[in-house]
């Protein structure tokens, strides 16, 4: 009996010594996934503001042992044996973070090479060579059709190039889904995202025909106003140049950007100049990649956000929109490793779009642009297209993906045809040459998506606290503070349930725009 006591506590002290050897690996991981997050950030920040060379190859070979089978194994059994809730949590998202980088390493120096030929490349146009990423800025400004073709279909060559990596790419990424346990890429990126892509899918579709109407009379309308077009003569070259809205840029100048930025936050009680831990870099570098971004390189104390302004709204639009992902990770407090960097982005990109829309707002616009009655009315129009052209594009992008993830061969039609449809563009041979770069990894568009509805619910729920002016209460900005300082913490589900909604719906959204048109007298039907 004395024996048989002994062989039990002998046990019990190894059950314990393997659970906290286990713990010990598992706290490793964090630590090695941290420095590899912040090493990998600091890269890419490089790359995007100065050019630099991209080598994220090298990070993943220095951390090759972080991202291994028997680690997302590891994870699993105690995420699996885990009872506290939020140390579930905690352990899914470093369990999914782990599967996805199990892959991404894999790609890495493929997507080195295409970042590192992004940034070299020079595109002959007319027999001037101009930086391919600064062809976008080109288009974007040029207001004649044809040499906005030109310029368009001068690419084609090196998409041509680059499509021959990215295939390799989404190939690998199909082989290694199967290999960790999936049916499918899609079934793998339905785990990751939380969401089952198919049920969303008819969500998409009744966005896209429940705007159908408005769209294509705001697009008529804009296409005669703004190009001197109509819809047999728009093609994809033609969108920078449609949703330019040039006759605003007197109201958006650069040199008040980022001086208006940080007006609009101060009357939420946020001085945007006492926050040393976010940084703006708005320079202009020929090398430096035009989209603006943000990068959380240590959250909460190291925020950067970078942007090459072109000038008028649409920089007003980026950098408000990127302030947003920045005032939510410089304002983050949860302790939590995995709740600061890991997680879905569906929340932060809402926090990004509520920031993006004070645009949209007519009390706001009265107070930082002084437009008159009548021009205020005519952008409130231009931004409500805007907004439904973007939401409708990325719609088609995800009933695309829903197709090209299949592994369907006709992917390069199939994505043309669905952007067409969707935009309202007549579509030509240079379009098809997109079909892979402008695909986001991993779903991200659905993120987007989500974003874009659960925004319009967030804001409909400040307006009902604060008022049509919330914007200018510290109290919500105290509000939403106290979201922010969860970080990554919440899924877009558990938010729009915290704030007072069953589910994310595209509801708000579509209410909002009846209210922005019914003031113009368009208003769009369900």
Same mark, same amino acid.
């Given at each position: 009996?004395?024996?048989?006591?002994?062989?039990?506590?002998?046990?019990?002290?190894?059950?314990?010594? @393997?659970?906290?050897?286990?713990?010990?690996?598992?706290?490793?991981?964090? #630590?090695?996934?941290?420095?590899?997050?912040?090493?990998?950030?600091?890269?890419?920040?490089? /790359?995007?503001?100065?050019?630099?060379?991209?080598?994220?190859?090298?990070?993943?070979?220095?951390?090759?042992?972080?991202?291994?089978?028997?680690?997302? #194994?590891?994870?699993?059994?105690?995420?699996?044996?885990?009872?506290?809730?939020?140390?579930?949590?905690?352990?899914?998202? !470093?369990?999914? =973070?782990?599967?996805?980088?199990?892959?991404?390493?894999?790609?890495?120096?493929?997507?080195?090479?295409?970042? /590192?030929?992004?940034? $070299?490349?020079?595109?002959?146009? %007319? &027999?001037?060579?101009?930086?391919?990423?600064?062809?976008?800025?080109?288009?974007?400004?040029?207001?004649?059709?044809?040499?906005?073709?030109?310029?368009?279909?001068?690419?084609? @060559?090196?998409?041509?190039?680059?499509?021959?990596?990215?295939?390799?790419?989404?190939?690998?990424?199909?082989?290694?889904?199967?290999?960790?346990?999936?049916?499918?890429?899609?079934?793998?990126? #339905?785990?990751?995202?939380?969401?089952?892509?198919?049920?969303?899918?008819?969500?998409?579709?009744?966005?896209?025909?429940?705007?159908?109407?408005?769209?294509?009379?705001?697009?008529?309308?804009?296409?005669?106003?703004?190009?001197?077009?109509?819809?047999?003569?728009?093609?994809?070259?033609?969108?920078?140049? !449609?949703?330019?809205? &040039?006759?605003?840029?007197?109201?958006?100048?650069?040199?008040?950007?980022?001086?208006?930025?940080?007006?609009?936050?101060?009357?939420?009680?946020?001085?945007?100049?006492?926050?040393? /831990?976010?940084?703006?870099?708005?320079?202009?570098?020929?090398?430096?990649?035009?989209?603006?971004?943000?990068?959380?390189?240590?959250?909460?104390?190291?925020?950067?956000?970078?942007?090459?302004?072109? &000038?008028?709204?649409?920089?007003?639009?980026?950098?408000?929109?990127?302030?947003?992902?920045?005032?939510?990770?410089?304002?983050?407090?949860?302790?939590?490793?995995?709740?600061?960097?890991?997680?879905?982005?569906?929340?932060?990109?809402?926090?990004?779009?509520?920031?993006?829309?004070?645009?949209?707002?007519?009390?706001?616009?009265?107070?930082?642009?002084?437009?008159?009655?009548?021009?205020?009315?005519?952008?409130?129009?231009?931004?409500?297209?805007?907004?439904?052209? !973007?939401?409708?594009?990325?719609?088609?992008?995800?009933?695309?993906?829903? %197709?090209?993830?299949?592994?369907?061969?006709?992917?390069?039609?199939?994505?043309?045809?669905?952007?067409?449809?969707?935009?309202?563009?007549?579509?030509?041979?240079?379009?098809?040459?997109? =079909?892979? =770069?402008?695909?986001?990894?991993?779903?991200?568009?659905?993120?987007?998506?989500?974003?874009?509805?659960? %925004?319009?619910?967030?804001?409909?729920?400040?307006?009902?606290?604060?008022?049509?002016?919330?914007?200018?209460?510290? %109290?919500?900005?105290? =509000?939403?503070?106290?979201?922010?300082?969860?970080?990554?913490?919440?899924? &877009?589900?558990?938010?729009? $349930?915290?704030?007072?909604?069953?589910?994310?719906?595209?509801?708000?959204?579509? /209410?909002?725009?009846? #209210?922005?048109?019914?003031?113009? $007298?368009?208003?769009?039907?369900?």
């Amino acid at each position: 009996m004395k024996n048989l006591k002994i062989i039990c506590l002998i046990l019990i002290s190894l059950l314990f010594f @393997s659970c906290s050897m286990k713990n010990k690996q598992i706290e490793l991981i964090r #630590q090695d996934a941290d420095q590899l997050i912040k090493a990998q950030s600091e890269m890419g920040y490089a /790359n995007w503001t100065q050019g630099a060379f991209s080598n994220q190859d090298s990070l993943y070979k220095a951390y090759e042992h972080l991202f291994t089978k028997e680690n997302i #194994q590891l994870v699993k059994q105690a995420e699996e044996k885990e009872k506290d809730p939020q140390k579930k949590k905690a352990l899914t998202y !470093l369990r999914l =973070y782990l599967l996805s980088e199990y892959i991404s390493k894999q790609t890495a120096a493929l997507y080195d090479q295409t970042e /590192n030929m992004q940034s $070299q490349a020079k595109i002959k146009v %007319e &027999g001037k060579e101009i930086p391919f990423r600064q062809i976008a800025v080109l288009i974007s400004n040029e207001k004649d059709q044809n040499k906005r073709r030109k310029l368009f279909v001068s690419q084609d @060559s090196f998409l041509d190039s680059l499509n021959v990596i990215y295939k390799q790419i989404e190939d690998f990424y199909h082989s290694q889904a199967q290999e960790l346990g999936y049916n499918s890429y899609n079934a793998f990126a #339905q785990d990751l995202k939380s969401i089952d892509l198919e049920n969303f899918k008819p969500v998409v579709q009744d966005f896209l025909v429940k705007t159908q109407i408005i769209y294509e009379t705001l697009l008529t309308e804009f296409l005669q106003k703004n190009l001197k077009l109509n819809r047999n003569y728009f093609y994809r070259f033609d969108v920078p140049a !449609l949703l330019r809205q &040039g006759e605003f840029d007197k109201y958006f100048p650069k040199e008040k950007l980022v001086e208006t930025v940080k007006a609009t936050y101060l009357d939420l009680g946020i001085d945007m100049d006492k926050q040393p /831990n976010l940084k703006i870099d708005s320079e202009e570098r020929e090398k430096k990649n035009p989209r603006a971004v943000c990068f959380a390189i240590d959250v909460p104390a190291d925020v950067r956000l970078s942007i090459k302004p072109i &000038g008028g709204v649409q920089d007003y639009a980026a950098l408000f929109h990127e302030s947003g992902h920045g005032e939510h990770f410089a304002n983050t407090t949860e302790k939590i490793w995995e709740f600061k960097y890991l997680g879905n982005n569906t929340v932060t990109e809402a926090y990004a779009f509520l920031s993006e829309y004070f645009l949209s707002d007519k009390d706001w616009l009265s107070k930082h642009t002084q437009m008159s009655e009548t021009d205020l009315k005519e952008f409130l129009k231009a931004q409500v297209f805007s907004r439904l052209l !973007l939401v409708r594009r990325y719609c088609a992008k995800f009933l695309y993906e829903l %197709e090209l993830h299949s592994q369907n061969p006709k992917s390069e039609k199939i994505y043309a045809d669905y952007l067409s449809q969707a935009m309202g563009f007549k579509r030509t041979a240079s379009d098809e040459k997109r =079909y892979l =770069y402008d695909v986001d990894a991993n779903y991200y568009v659905v993120d987007y998506l989500r974003a874009w509805f659960l %925004e319009a619910q967030l804001k409909s729920k400040l307006k009902e606290k604060f008022g049509e002016s919330w914007f200018e209460k510290k %109290e919500a900005g105290a =509000y939403l503070k106290a979201l922010w300082e969860n970080g990554n913490k919440f899924t &877009g589900e558990e938010l729009v $349930q915290q704030i007072g909604y069953p589910t994310i719906s595209s509801d708000a959204l579509i /209410n909002e725009i009846n #209210q922005l048109l019914s003031s113009v $007298q368009l208003v769009a039907k369900d």
